[in-house]
């Protein structure tokens, strides 16, 4: 990850409840991943963010350092912290050391990630919807190779993509309009799978929480991958 410049903290401008991961190890050593929310910062001094409901009482203990992650933009940032207190009333919340410095992982649009993820894809025509089930082959923030059992996409279609995809403690579905670039010769492995209609396909204008999940689902493929 690159240095996030002089930008502090609050100059991201997150809003009230964003997503964000902590990540730490348990007293007994075992490492673990929970989702949290921002409540509120104060510049210089502290974060102030949810306690996961994941989270076992041994997990996360004052003193603990942390690693946050939080989508921002087009990459993530992410910065080392200290558990200074935790409070459970009225409600249980977590507060922070202020970041003293910042990193920052942009995810470029053309990096395309290798997977086989399950989606399920609708077009409709008209008063017509044809639907059919198959794969991401490969996925990017931008687009992605998607094989299907049956053509029911010609160029310059705007197909629906459904997936169900995990985050950090969180599974969801991703739904996401893209536009077919291109109807794509098929790999040895997508004949062999029994796919036999392969686009390549951009993807439209989508809502920021579909945006930022997408997002978060590319950057954990490339974190596992080490890409």
């Known amino acids: 990850m690159s240095e996030s410049g002089s930008k502090t903290f609050e100059?991201?401008?997150?809003?009230?409840?964003?997503?964000?991961?902590?990540?730490?190890?348990?007293?007994?050593?075992s490492p673990f991943k929970f989702a949290s929310k921002l409540v509120g910062c104060v510049p210089g001094e502290y974060l102030l963010v949810t306690?996961?409901?994941?989270?076992?009482?041994s997990?996360?203990?004052?003193?603990?350092k942390l690693l946050v992650k939080i989508m921002a933009g087009n990459g993530i940032l992410a910065f080392a912290s200290q558990v200074e207190q935790i409070i459970t009333h009225p409600k249980a919340l977590i507060f922070l050391s202020y970041p003293a410095r910042l990193?920052?992982?942009?995810?470029?649009?053309?990096?395309?990630?290798?997977?086989?993820?399950?989606?399920?894809?609708?077009?409709t025509?008209?008063?017509?919807t044809a639907t059919a089930d198959g794969l991401y082959s490969d996925i990017s923030v931008l687009g992605?190779?998607?094989a299907l059992t049956a053509p029911i996409a010609e160029v310059g279609d705007v197909i629906t993509l459904n997936s169900q995809i995990e985050l950090v403690k969180f599974s969801g579905t991703l739904?996401?309009?893209?536009?077919?670039?291109?109807?794509?010769?098929r790999s040895t492995q997508e004949m062999a799978s029994g796919h036999p209609a392969v686009y390549g396909v951009e993807f439209l204008e989508m809502e920021e929480k579909q945006r930022l999940?997408?997002?978060?689902?590319?950057?954990?493929?490339?974190?596992?991958s080490g890409t």
């Open 51 to 57: 306690l996961p409901k994941a989270a076992k009482a």
């Open 175 to 185: 739904s996401l309009e893209a536009v077919v670039r291109a109807r794509v010769e």
């Open 144 to 146: 992605a190779r998607v």
């Open 103 to 123: 990193s920052f992982k942009e995810i470029r649009g053309a990096t395309r990630i290798e997977l086989q993820l399950p989606v399920s894809a609708s077009v």
């Open 59 to 64: 997990s996360i203990r004052s003193g603990q």
């Open 11 to 29: 100059q991201y401008q997150l809003p009230f409840g964003y997503p964000l991961a902590l990540e730490g190890a348990s007293a007994g050593g």
């Open 213 to 224: 999940m997408l997002y978060a689902f590319v950057y954990s493929i490339m974190a596992g």
């Open 125 to 128: 025509q008209g008063l017509q």
